[in-house]
């Protein structure tokens, strides 16, 4: 079975920019979370979605928002860029809204200059 | 084996030794807790999780401590092979936005043949 898969792989955008990432969970999975990680850090929470709403938001600015299709797969989308918001944004999957067991994908890896 | 009673950044094992990788974790709250593995260019990849019911569960190679007293979590890795040098983060669930997970700092383990 196909695991957690993201794109695109890799991005370079301008400051003042936006970018949409795009996610597509585990089939079977109807939770998909995203998080953002910077180099040499842990991953951070930004969003969860559960059957198309949002269940949890974490510390990020409106710029950050985020969007589930009715086939459980999720759009995060960044408005005008900075260069801070360069990093990996991955995806997680897991089966229920309540599940903390999550499965990642290898992510999008965000450059912004 | 080599082991570390503190979080250290990196451990730097031979081949065939026993690995301990230790996690303080923050929130009482917490009752869940992952041990993700995640090697450069990629995703972070699920290996063991354990709730707070439980202080000790095995896997293959892989057995995690939980100490609920001192808010301490391990990871032991059996006779470590170069395929295991990676990051490792240990998370907690913590009970804040949604099923949001709260990583650690991350631990570089590097295996030598």
């Known amino acids: 079975d196909a695991g957690v898969t993201q794109s695109p792989t890799h991005l370079i955008k301008t400051r003042g920019q936006q970018v949409t990432l795009r996610c597509s969970p585990i089939s079977g999975h109807k939770s998909v979370s995203w998080y953002q990680q910077v180099l040499g850090q842990g991953p951070q929470f930004i969003f969860q979605?559960?059957?198309?709403?949002?269940?949890g938001r974490g510390n990020f600015p409106d710029r950050f928002s985020a969007r589930q299709f009715p086939n459980y797969s999720s759009e995060l989308n960044v408005n005008a860029l900075l260069l801070g918001d360069s990093a990996l944004y991955l995806c997680a999957s897991s089966l229920w809204a309540d599940s903390y067991e999550q499965y990642f994908g290898p992510g999008t890896r965000l450059t912004v200059t | 084996g080599e082991s570390v009673g503190l979080h250290l950044p990196t451990l730097s094992v031979q081949e065939g030794d026993n690995s301990i990788i230790n996690c303080a974790y923050s929130?009482?709250?917490?009752?869940?807790f992952i041990w993700y593995k995640q090697e450069s260019g990629k995703g972070p990849q699920f290996i063991i999780d354990?709730?707070?019911?439980?202080d000790k569960r095995q896997g293959q190679r892989v057995t995690v401590l939980l100490n609920k007293t001192v808010k301490h979590l391990s990871l032991q890795i059996a006779a470590t092979q170069p395929g295991d040098s990676a990051v490792y983060f240990c998370a907690e669930n913590g009970y804040q936005a949604g099923t949001a997970l709260i990583f650690g700092k991350g631990t570089t383990l590097s295996v030598s043949s």
């Open positions: 979605y559960y059957e198309k709403e949002e269940r």
């Open positions: 929130n009482s709250a917490s009752d869940y």
């Open positions: 354990i709730r707070s019911n439980m």
